[in-house]
């Protein structure tokens, strides 16, 4: 408690007294934002999600049975709508989500399976009103990350990867066209065309794809200024809803 001092007014006293009472909590509204003004601010933005395409399975059958990926064609898909319902719960159904989707692979994979793939993922797009733009190379993501909007009042405040990928690449595109190998992807190197300026300085991005976190996220950061987790080791879509680490895996950024 401070003195009184004589002569010192009482309303000065109780004035500091209060200013002090707010400094020490250190948590009233002049000074530290409410979790609510911060997704204001942050609605303001774009978040990004993006979904690689599937494996045939005409090339995957050829495999031993733990080497095949992708039995179920929607890894990608149901886990990005996951995340989708995930954001729509803490922010609300308005808040601002572009969806990145490889359709070549898709398409291929529709054939394959004599399923209206196309149709059920544009059926996302109209439940969660959520933006959809179809991929058909790798760089599409960068000129989609550079010039989607105008970068001055639409910083990117997140973005996620799900598909195929290894220690420097996105692969879009992975045993569909060639069995065992990627004809589509976003290579490490091809990050520094990326325009720094276009991403919130507190965006979060992560990549849930394989091995992103012993190469490619170090080659992010370094084009971006913003840090992306990655995996160390492989990641695995066994639960539909939210992708894991394999067994000896970490994540690392």
């Known amino acids: 408690m401070m003195p009184v001092h004589p002569g010192k007014p009482i309303t000065m006293i109780v004035a500091m007294l209060f200013f002090c009472v707010v400094v020490a909590e250190g948590k009233g509204s002049f000074f530290k934002r409410s979790s609510k003004d911060k997704d204001e601010i942050k609605a303001a933005g774009e978040f990004i999600i993006v979904s690689g395409g599937p494996a045939l399975r005409k090339w995957e059958d050829l495999r031993q049975e733990i080497e095949q990926h992708d039995r179920w064609w929607g890894n990608f898909i149901r886990a990005a709508r996951a995340r989708i319902q995930e954001l729509q719960k803490r922010h609300g159904r308005d808040y601002p989500i572009t969806w990145l989707v490889y359709r070549p692979g898709y398409v291929s994979r529709a054939d394959e399976d004599g399923q209206p793939l196309i149709s059920w993922i544009e059926s996302v797009r109209d439940k969660y ?3 959809l733009i179809w991929l058909n ?3 599409d993501i960068i000129n989609h990350i550079n010039t989607g909007g105008d970068r001055r009042q639409k910083k990117i405040i997140g ?3 799900y598909g195929h990928s ?13 069995m065992g190998a990627s004809t589509a992807w976003l290579h490490e190197k091809d990050l520094q065309k990326i325009r720094p300026a276009v991403f919130s300085r507190r965006a979060k991005c992560r990549s849930y794809g394989c091995k992103t976190g012993e190469s ?9 200024g913003v840090r992306m987790w990655g995996a160390k080791g492989k990641t695995d879509y066994s639960n539909p809803l939210k992708p894991t680490l394999s067994p000896g895996g970490s994540w690392k950024r």
């Open 216 to 224: 490619m996220s170090a080659n992010w950061r370094a084009a971006t």
């Open 159 to 161: 973005f996620e990867y």
């Open 129 to 131: 009103k959520v933006k």
């Open 166 to 178: 290894n220690q420097h690449a996105f692969m879009m595109d992975y045993s569909n066209d060639i």
């Open 137 to 139: 190379t790798g760089m």
